[in-house]
T-cell receptor
């Protein structure tokens, strides 16, 4: 079956711009989580959506937002980009039950210049 | 104190040896524990999960959980050069908010 699809794979943006990243989970998975990965901080939890509702949120500023559609596809948006937002953004899908674990997409590499 | 702590390594082991990777966590309410492997330039992939105290074996991999001491470990038997990667420990109350450690880099040399 198809895996988790993230688009685009690479992005270069200028400070102050905004960006939207997309994630299509595995068919049947209703939970989508977003993580930011940087060499110094590792994987940092952004938020998790389940059935179009945000269930959990990490400690990121309000410039980071997301949403989930009825087909479980999810988008995350970062407004007013800063240099420190340069990172690999990973989306993970899950059935949401104990022990199900995540399946990660290939990620979107965002570079802010 | 970080919520999930791992030694960053690198942990270097010879081919055929046992690699032991450790992780401690701070939230006593944690219920689910996962190990992910991440090759350089790739996304993490799930290796194992465990949620009961004790050992869980899957092929060359064994996960060990001790909730009283708040640690979880991963043993890799008969280590191969292809096991060289960063191993991420993830902990959560359930699956909807996993907190990851920063990972331990494992190097298996021939």
């Amino acid at each position: 079956k198809a895996g988790v699809t993230q688009t685009p794979r690479y992005l270069i943006k200028t400070r102050g711009q905004q960006v939207t990243l997309s994630c299509s989970p595995i068919s049947g998975h209703r939970s989508v989580s977003w993580y930011q990965q940087t060499p110094g901080q590792g994987l940092q939890f952004l938020f998790e959506y389940f059935s179009e509702t945000q269930r959990n949120k990490g400690n990121f500023p309000g410039r980071f937002s997301g949403r989930q559609f009825s087909n479980s596809r999810s988008e995350m948006n970062v407004s007013t980009l800063e240099l420190g937002d340069s990172a690999l953004y990973l989306c993970a899908s899950s059935l949401g039950g104990l022990g199900d674990g995540y399946t990660f997409g290939s990620g979107t590499r965002l570079t802010v210049v | 104190q970080k919520e999930v702590e791992q030694n960053s390594g690198p942990l270097s082991v010879p081919e055929g040896a046992i690699a032991s990777l450790n992780c401690t966590y701070s939230d006593r309410g944690s219920q689910s524990f996962f190990w992910y492997r991440q090759y350089s330039g790739k996304s993490p992939e799930l290796i194992m999960f465990i949620y009961s105290n004790g050992d869980k074996e899957d092929g060359r991999f064994t996960a060990q959980l001790n909730k009283a001491s708040q640690y979880v470990s991963l043993l890799i038997r008969d280590s191969q050069p292809s096991d060289s990667a960063t191993y991420l420990c993830a902990v959560g109350p359930n699956t909807d908010k996993l907190i990851f450690g920063t990972g331990t880099r494992l190097q298996v040399f021939p």
